[in-house]
């Protein structure tokens, strides 16, 4: 079946800018998470969805990072006025209701390029 | 949630068991061990996981030392693929929040 896919797989911007990256769950999970991967570091968590509503946003680094889950399914990762060191693989992941961590699917990633 | 402690990296035999150890010392007791491995260019993906027993699923075995202030991974025939960044992760069972080290890069050779 279908995993976790992300949009785009790779952005290249330029410092300042406005960048968004998607995140389609696997159908059925409610549970959504963002991570994020600077190179040689694991995954570092931003923010965790439950349905509609961000049930914990404390790994978000400032307000220049907003994610949304309007409908419940997918999710838009939104970062304003881009840095350099925004850099880094931005992983989805998904899970079942009351899963908790048993098992997060994640998705490729997107690959942001902040120039 | 409790540490972890992981060497940076291993190397294996194609065919051979790789026995990947991991080090939580102060782990309570209502937290698990899970473990994710990440393939290059790949996002990470679930293995395992278990409290105090030892479980065993189609990718591998967790041992859990019986006073679970460490554990080890087991793949029993390592193949090249296998060869990514494998992630002990320690976590209570409420929680959602995967809190990943730097892991062990396991290299698996011809």
């Known amino acids: 079946g279908a995993g976790v896919s992300q949009t785009p797989s790779n952005k290249v911007t330029e410092k300042g800018k406005y960048v968004e990256l998607r995140c389609d769950p696997i159908?059925?999970?409610?549970?959504l998470y963002w991570y994020r991967q600077s190179l040689g570091q694991g995954p570092e968590f931003l923010i965790y969805?439950?349905?509609?509503?961000?049930?914990?946003d404390s790994g978000l680094p400032n307000d220049r990072f907003f994610a949304v889950r309007p409908e419940g399914s997918v999710s838009t990762l939104k970062i304003q006025r881009t840095e350099r060191g925004d850099s880094a693989v931005y992983l989805c992941?998904?899970?079942?209701?009351?899963?908790?961590?048993?098992?997060?699917?994640f998705g490729p990633g997107t690959r942001l390029t902040v120039l | 949630d409790a540490k972890t402690t992981q060497p940076t990296s291993m190397d294996c035999a194609e065919g051979r068991a790789a026995n990947l150890p991991c080090n939580h010392s102060?782990?309570?007791?209502?937290?698990?061990v899970y473990w994710y491995r990440q393939i290059h260019s790949q996002g990470p993906q679930y293995i395992i996981h278990?409290?105090?027993n030892n479980e065993t699923n189609e990718m591998a075995s967790l041992i859990i030392t019986e006073d679970r202030k460490s554990s080890t991974l087991i793949l029993p025939h390592a193949t090249l693929r296998d060869t990514a960044v494998y992630y002990c992760?320690?976590?209570?069972?409420?929680?959602?929040?995967?809190?990943f080290g730097k892991g062990t890069l396991l290299t698996v050779n011809p």
């Open positions: 159908s059925g999970h409610t549970a």
């Open positions: 992760i320690v976590c209570g069972g409420s929680n959602y929040k995967l809190t």
């Open positions: 969805f439950q349905g509609t509503g961000a049930a914990d």
């Open positions: 278990g409290l105090k």
């Open positions: 992941a998904s899970s079942l209701p009351g899963q908790g961590v048993t098992e997060q699917f």
């Open positions: 102060t782990i309570s007791g209502n937290e698990y």
